[in-house]
C-alpha cells in the first residue's frame, strides 16, 4: 500500500523554525578551527592534586535510548551509620571549552540545545557534546564531583565538592531501568550480568525515594506534564508516543535536584547564576482553580497546601491530572534565570519548595550550567571567578530568553510531527478530552495517539474535561494544524 503522507523534509522544517527563533543552527568557521585543534590535541588526565582519582568506583549513567551527550553519572556508598554517601559526577565541559574561546562565544549565544524531535541542535559540536565531553561507558573522563550524605528520612545532612578522573562503568537507559525498578520487567543483560550494579541501583532508587518524599514534606509540587516522542521507521515519522515517567527518571530527577541544591549553598558567598520559580501572581486564580475542583487553599501563595490538593486530584482523577498539572504550571509561570549576589533577598523555587537553586548539571546541554561549572573551580581553587555581576545579569537574562525560544520550537515541531504521523487516518475516530474552550476555539486532546488539535465541527456546548469521540477531519503538516470533527 503506497503512503499517501505528505512528503515534508522535516530537517529542513527544523532548521527553519530555528532560524525564526532566533537560534543559528550551523556552527561558524572558528567553532570548527577550535574544534579540529582539539581533536588533534586532546587534553591529558592526570589524576594527582586536586584530581582525585575516582575510575575503581561502580558509576553508572541513565538516560533516554538514543541519548549520547552524557552529563551526568552517579555512585553511592552505604555507610556504617545508615545514611548513604552519593556521590554526583558531573563531565567537566569547562576543561575543553575555555571561556571567550570561539565555543564558549557560539554556546553562550545559543544558550540550550534543542531537541525537535526529528534532529538535535547541540548547542555545542556534537564531538564534544556527544564524545570528547560526554561521559560516555569505558571512557575516562575529567568530571566535577558533587557528594552529599542522605539520611534515611531524605534529608541532606553534609556535602563536599571537588575535581576528579571517573569512569562510566555502565551506560544505561530510562525504558529498561525503570520497569525493572518496578517490578514490572526483568533486568537488561548488562544488569542481569552484574549483581554489584543491581545492589547499586536499587540502593540509588531507595535513596531516591526517600529524598523526593523529604521535598514532598517540604512542599514541593507533584506535578505531571505530557510529552510526546516521535516512532521514527526508516527516518520517516511512523506515529507518535507519550513519554512515560518511571522510577529511573525519578532517580535521576531526585539527585539531580539535591546536587543543584547543594551547588547552590556552596555558591552562597560569590555572585551567581540562579534558577528560580517566583511565587506565583496568580495565586488567586489557583485559589479559583482549586475551589472549582472541590479543594480549598489558604489566601496566601502556599506551596505545600497547593501539593496537598494536586496529590488528592491526581488519586481522584488521573486521568485528568495533565490537563489540571499544565494550568497549574501556567498559572505559576516559567522559570527563569537570575542573578544572585551575596546578600540579595532570596527569590527561591516556588515549585520545588527551596530557597537555594541553581542548574549545575548539564554543562553539555545548558550554558547556565556551563558558567555556573566554572565558578565552582574558582571557589575551589580560591581563584576570581572571571565573571562581573553585569556579565551573569546578562548571560542569565539569555538563557532564559532562549530557553523559552527553544520551548516554542519544540511545540511547533511536536504538533508539525504529530500532523504528519495523523495524515494517513483521515476519517478515523478516536477517544478524546476536552483541554481548552475560550475564544480561540475549542482544543481536544486524543488518548491514543497523544495528539492535540482543535474541534472544528459540533463543539458548541462543549467544556474542559469533558469526554467525547471525535473524527479526523484534516491536517496541515506545514503549519502543525490538526482538526476534528464531534463523531
Given at each position: 500500500m503506497n503512503d499517501a503522507r505528505p512528503q515534508i523534509d522535516l530537517q529542513s522544517v527544523a532548521k527553519q523554525v530555528m532560524l525564526a527563533h532566533g537560534f543559528q543552527p550551523d556552527f561558524p568557521p572558528a567553532v570548527q578551527q577550535q574544534l579540529a585543534s582539539l581533536q588533534s590535541q586532546p587534553p591529558q588526565l592526570a589524576p594527582g592534586g586536586d584530581l582525585r582519582d575516582l575510575r575503581a568506583l561502580l558509576w553508572s549513567s541513565i538516560d533516554n535510548d538514543t541519548s549520547k551527550d552524557l552529563d551526568q553519572i552517579e555512585v553511592a556508598e552505604p555507610l556504617t551509620n545508615g545514611d548513604v554517601k552519593v556521590l554526583v559526577g558531573i563531565a567537566d565541559v569547562d576543561g575543553d571549552v575555555p571561556k571567550g574561546s570561539a565555543i564558549d562565544q557560539h554556546a553562550a549565544t545559543q544558550a540550550t540545545t534543542v531537541y525537535t524531535g526529528i534532529r538535535n541542535f547541540s548547542m555545542?559540536?556534537?564531538?564534544?557534546?556527544?564524545?570528547i565531553t560526554s561521559l560516555l561507558e569505558n571512557q575516562d573522563n575529567a568530571a566535577l564531583v558533587i557528594e552529599f550524605v542522605v539520611t534515611g528520612d531524605g534529608h541532606v545532612k553534609s556535602s563536599d565538592l571537588y575535581r576528579a578522573v571517573v569512569r562510566n562503568k555502565a551506560q544505561l537507559t530510562y525504558n529498561s531501568i525503570g520497569p525493572w525498578l518496578q517490578g514490572e520487567a526483568p533486568a537488561?543483560?548488562?544488569?542481569?550480568?552484574?549483581?554489584d550494579l543491581q545492589a547499586q541501583l536499587k540502593l540509588q532508587n531507595d535513596v531516591a525515594k526517600a529524598l523526593k518524599q523529604q521535598r514532598y514534606q517540604h512542599g514541593a509540587l507533584n506535578i505531571e506534564t505530557i510529552e510526546v516522542r516521535p516512532v521514527l521507521v526508516n527516518d520517516k515519522v511512523a506515529d507518535v508516543v507519550k513519554q512515560e515517567k518511571n522510577a529511573a527518571t525519578d532517580l535521576i530527577e531526585d539527585?539531580?535536584?539535591?546536587?543543584?541544591e547543594v551547588v547552590a549553598r556552596a555558591l552562597a558567598n560569590v555572585s551567581s547564576i540562579r534558577r528560580v520559580v517566583k511565587t506565583?501572581?496568580?495565586w488567586d486564580r489557583i485559589v479559583q482553580l482549586a475551589a472549582e475542583q472541590e479543594g480549598n487553599l489558604p489566601a496566601e501563595p502556599d506551596s505545600k497546601a497547593l501539593n496537598n490538593f494536586l496529590m488528592q486530584r491526581k488519586a481522584a482523577d488521573p486521568e485528568h491530572f495533565a490537563d489540571l498539572s499544565l494550568a497549574v504550571i501556567k498559572l505559576m509561570g516559567p522559570g527563569e534565570y537570575v542573578l544572585e549576589r551575596p546578600g540579595d533577598p532570596e527569590i527561591g523555587h516556588?515549585?520545588?519548595?527551596?530557597?537555594?537553586y541553581?542548574?549545575?548539571?548539564?554543562p553539555n546541554r545548558r550554558f547556565a550550567d556551563m558558567v555556573t561549572q566554572r565558578l565552582i573551580k574558582s571557589l575551589l581553587s580560591k581563584k576570581a571567578n572571571g565573571y562581573s555581576d553585569e556579565e551573569l545579569a546578562a548571560i542569565a537574562k539569555n538563557c532564559t530568553?532562549?530557553?523559552d525560544?527553544?520551548?516554542?520550537?519544540?511545540?511547533?515541531?511536536?504538533?508539525?510531527?504529530?500532523?504528519?504521523?495523523?495524515s494517513g487516518r483521515i476519517g478515523d475516530v478516536f477517544d478524546a478530552i476536552v483541554t481548552g474552550a475560550n475564544a480561540k476555539g475549542t482544543f481536544v486532546r486524543v488518548l491514543r495517539p497523544h495528539v492535540e488539535g482543535m474541534l472544528v465541527q459540533g463543539q458548541h456546548g462543549l467544556d474542559v474535561g469533558d469526554n467525547l469521540k471525535v473524527k479526523l477531519v484534516r491536517t496541515d503538516v506545514q503549519r502543525g494544524y490538526i482538526d476534528f470533527a464531534l463523531a
Open positions: 555545542l559540536p556534537e564531538a564534544l557534546s556527544t564524545g537488561s543483560p548488562k544488569v542481569a550480568a552484574s549483581s539527585f539531580m535536584i539535591a546536587a543543584n506565583p501572581e496568580r516556588f515549585g520545588l519548595a527551596v530557597q537555594d541553581t542548574h549545575s548539571t548539564a530568553l532562549k530557553e525560544a527553544a520551548r516554542k520550537v519544540e511545540r511547533e515541531m511536536t504538533k508539525r510531527i504529530s500532523a504528519l504521523a495523523m
